[in-house]
């Protein structure tokens, strides 16, 4: 019998026993080792891998049946050089210098251990001479030269196991196999014959006896290709890397050499200087030259993971383009257009994303509540008119009112909102401009309810036309607009201010203003759509400058003049028409003085 150092057990344990049981256990699960087995036997050159469980029975009076676990290759397999001095003699390897080979230190083997099997047999061959050997509990080992010709390496682990832990063990077993090996580039088979519940041995039997080497007929595939579980995805390849990546949430990174993981997180610290650019994604690479670091938490950013990080980035213009064609698509077969917004906005907010931005503006990517297409360009073109960007979550009369003055107005969605925003181009000077502005329709506009001259009763027919002049002669010269946020200023003829500026009275009860004292609105000539109080953000186009003033018929202040006007005209329209100019904020430039010139005119005329 032969031993390894580590198997003294008559004091403390040696250095070298606990290293050995550091690498014993150097895996989060013990069934990892499974990763170790594949590793090695590709080294060796195999063209397939078959891993199988089968399942002895509890004997008798026993509460625990045998588990075997066979990992099967087809390799070069080992001499009895390659047995004494690599697989039973620690740190030795001839991997070290070799970039072929995925693994580096001649350690994996010890794994195995880490499930703390009952028995672990081996038998290989090459060169003519063909090996057995037997380890125990204990990690001694027999080792005896067998007649009986080996192709490659063949292992079996016994372990005790009751019968209600087997089937969460043999779960374990296929999910550590399609966690490490899902993307082998070697073909790997898992087989699973517990479920049949037979035994290869008589009943009482030694259970260790007895291994089978033969696969069965209902193995299925572990390794799959390249590919990911997202809603969009593509895949990019090119010499020496493959690369899949696309859009799932959360976003996960893997990173595989020969197909096998060296990597799978959720953790964005692993993408170093790439995580502005590539942390919203998920993605898949495949490159002979990466590696792990030695503590296997992460990959080792050398030459070949840049040069792996850079074919990633090649693979995401693939994918971009694909999106933008899914977006255009979901418009016009209206789907919901949220998920897709989601990930356009993502896209526009990496620091890179200026080029994409630009060559996004002619694409149809968002929709107006009639479902036509709009591009971010004849957004854009709006946002230049009126100063913001105009949503609406429904359609109604106060949107049909806006379409037939010529407004575009999107879907309202989260994610439409956050593409809105992405796409904004940064203002030279942020402090002179905030941020893009994006409000509802109805946030804007209202439609308050009209009342026709001649529902009015004479007093207010009265009063009305009397402020009417008066304010035509206060605003005949120039009209500034300081409640916009660049004040507008303009200086037609006075003739064309006169003929179009107009005073109606409307009822604006039961209609949320956002303040109770509203006196008037504005809107345009036809005086149906009116600008609710203070719009602080919205810049007026030129076919909605003020021109009609909405007088609240039920406002205080108009009651008031009104019971004045029944004395005093003159008077009770000055009040009034100060008090529009006033909540207009278009009192500066004389406006009082030229209305007191006018009703001067007016009283001499008079006399």
């Not at 938490?297 to 850079?310: F, G, I, K, S, Y």
Request: aromatic share 8%.
């Amino acid at each position: 019998m032969s031993q390894p150092p580590s198997v003294d057990r008559s004091g403390p344990p040696s250095l070298a026993e606990q290293a050995l049981a550091n690498l014993v256990n150097q895996f989060a699960r013990p069934l990892d080792f499974l990763r170790e087995l594949a590793q090695n036997s590709i080294d060796a050159g195999s063209p397939r891998i078959e891993v199988a469980v089968a399942w002895d029975p509890p004997p008798p009076g026993s509460p625990e049946g045998v588990l075997r676990i066979h990992v099967d290759d087809f390799g070069e397999g080992m001499d009895e050089d390659i047995i004494d001095n690599q697989l039973t003699r620690l740190f030795s390897s001839t991997k070290e210098d070799d970039l072929t080979k995925i693994g580096k230190f001649g350690i994996g083997f010890t794994s195995i251990f880490a499930i703390l099997p009952e028995a672990v047999l081996l038998r290989t061959g090459r060169h003519g001479e063909y090996w057995e050997l037997l380890f125990h509990a204990d990690r001694s080992f027999d080792k005896v030269r067998i007649d009986e010709p080996i192709q490659g390496t063949r292992l079996t682990l016994f372990k005790r196991l009751p019968a209600d832990r087997l089937r969460p063990f043999v779960q374990e077993v296929r999910f550590v196999l399609d966690y490490w090996c899902e993307h082998s580039d070697t073909p790997i088979t898992f087989d699973d014959r517990t479920t049949e519940a037979r035994s290869d041995a008589p009943v009482g039997a030694d259970p260790f006896a007895a291994f089978d080497q033969e696969s069965a007929p209902g193995s299925e595939r572990v390794n799959r290709p390249l590919s990911l579980d997202a809603a969009l995805q593509h895949l990019h390849v090119e010499d020496g890397l493959e690369a899949a990546i696309g859009y799932s949430d959360p976003p996960r990174f893997g990173f595989y050499n020969g197909g096998l993981t060296l990597l799978n997180t959720q953790n964005t610290d692993v993408l170093g200087s790439y995580r502005e650019q590539l942390g919203h994604l998920s993605f898949k690479v495949k490159h002979d030259g990466l590696e792990h670091t030695l503590t296997r938490d992460n990959v080792l950013h050398d030459q070949n993971w840049e040069r792996a990080m850079q074919g990633v980035l090649r693979a995401r213009s693939g994918l971009r383009r694909k999106l933008v064609e899914r977006a255009v698509a979901a418009v016009d077969a209206g789907e919901a257009l949220g998920p897709w917004h989601a990930r356009l906005a993502a896209e526009c907010r990496t620091p890179d994303s200026r080029a994409f931005i630009e060559a996004l503006a002619m694409s149809p990517v968002f929709r107006d509540l009639d479902g036509r297409p709009v591009t971010l360009e004849a957004m854009r073109k709006q946002e230049g008119r009126v100063g913001g960007v105009l949503v609406a979550d429904r359609s109604g009369a106060l949107t049909e009112a806006l379409a037939s003055l010529g407004l575009l107005l999107l879907e309202d969605h989260p994610d439409t909102r956050a593409l809105i925003l992405a796409t904004e181009e940064p203002p030279l000077f942020e402090f002179l401009r905030g941020r893009r502005e994006i409000k509802r329709a109805d946030e804007v506009f209202v439609l308050p309810a009209l009342i026709e001259e001649g529902e009015l009763d004479p007093l207010e027919r009265r009063l009305l036309h009397r402020t009417e002049e008066l304010l035509r002669s206060a605003v005949g010269v120039r009209v500034h607009l300081p409640m916009t946020q660049r004040v507008l200023q303009w200086a037609p003829s006075r003739n064309s201010v006169v003929n179009r500026l107009s005073v109606r009275i409307g009822d604006f009860g039961g209609m949320d203003l956002g303040r109770t004292d509203v006196l008037a609105l504005n809107g345009p000539t036809d005086g149906r759509v009116f600008i609710r109080p203070e719009p602080t953000w919205f810049r007026l186009p030129a076919f909605l400058l003020w021109r009609t003033l909405l007088i609240n018929r039920y406002h205080p202040l108009f009651r008031a003049q009104l019971l004045a006007s029944a004395e005093d005209l003159d008077v009770a329209a000055y009040g009034l028409a100060s008090a529009l100019l006033h909540c207009e904020g278009l009192e500066g430039d004389g406006a009082h003085h030229r209305m007191l010139g006018t009703l001067a005119d007016d009283l001499g005329s008079r006399s």
